[in-house]
């Protein structure tokens, strides 16, 4: 029998679509030791980790808490507490992840009526209006940061035109929280789930929910019970709430983990950190672009954490990625769906989203495009983004 050696991957730059690499004091955070997971220091943690919560997602829902378990996690606690068999829900889908809300809102039994636009781009409140004059559901989900196209939504008004028709907003911020601005309160947003492995700079495996008093008073008045024990609200609350009723044994060095990461976001500042993303964003988009690469999202609504490219005419998605990989243990995302074969996902995510990512990745690229027979100007991607941030600076 073979002995297996002592674990040691090979180094990785992690610019894809997610995870990202974590932030060191995140990760220095998780090797504090154990508590229990009733400890009464351990359940002021949780506290805090609440409080940080809230914080960052901009809101005062006292039901604020990350759900044990990845981002596709706080997708179905949101859908599967608010919907019953037969409740109508539409679900505005523009990527593979509004998509995948159709296909879980469907296995609640409710009655899902999809609003589609081309993958890539965004909706307007007209259309929304439209569909929820006409259907009146219970629920309204749409994906603020589309992590397959790169598109970005905008929610500002959603809310109150939800909350006009009765209808409860339900949105994913996987890709935005810690990113962009995450607005809950203003915005009038009914339910939110997000994960830790994106903005908030930490290892995936939570997935950090926001419930409004409006939807709390939806999931009292439900007539059936959830379908999943585990992911059951009228439980969970118990847990985090006031009367720590036992549910499950959390995980410890996660909480650990997101803590840490929340509140080196609370340290930079919201403000701060939105618009360090969006600096570095630009400046991979001047390389980018010098390099003759297009985004497949309309200029507009261009995710500056997720940079969605079309790959380079006679360049081959798998052997690009693989070079980036072998070569320079870089990792960046193909394209889903629509796009598979078609686009690059690029991330600048939380701790990676600085200027040296940038630099370094874009000369990576160029070799690995030069490789590959791609026609560019030597030295335009790092000359260009180089030329934005000096501009920055003057």
Known sequence: MSTIGQLNPSPRLLLGPGPSDAHPRVLTAMTTPLLGHLDPQFLQIMDETQDLLRATFQTSNRLTFPISATGMAGMETCLVNLLEPGDRIVVCAKGFFG?????VAGRTGADVTALQRPWGEVFDLNQIREVLATVRPKVLSIVHAETSTGAWQPLEGLGALCHEFGTLLVIDTVTSLG???VCLDAWQVDAAYSCSQKGLGCPPGLAPVSFSDRALEAMRARKTRVQSWYLDL????????????YHHTAPITMIYALREGLRIVQEEGLDTRWARHMRNHLALKAGLTALGMRYT????????????VRIPEGVDDLAGRKLLLDEFGIEVGGGLGEFKGKAWRIGLMGYNSRPGVVLHFLGALEQCLQRLGASLTPGAGVAAANAFYRGQAS
Do not use: H, S, T
């Open 297 to 308: 999202a309309a200029e507009g609504n261009q995710l500056p954490q997720l940079n969605a």
């Open 179 to 181: 990113c962009v601005p």
């Open 234 to 245: 009228a439980i969970l609350e118990k847990y985090w709430g006031p009367e720590r009723l």
């Open 99 to 103: 998509q995948r809300m159709i296909e």
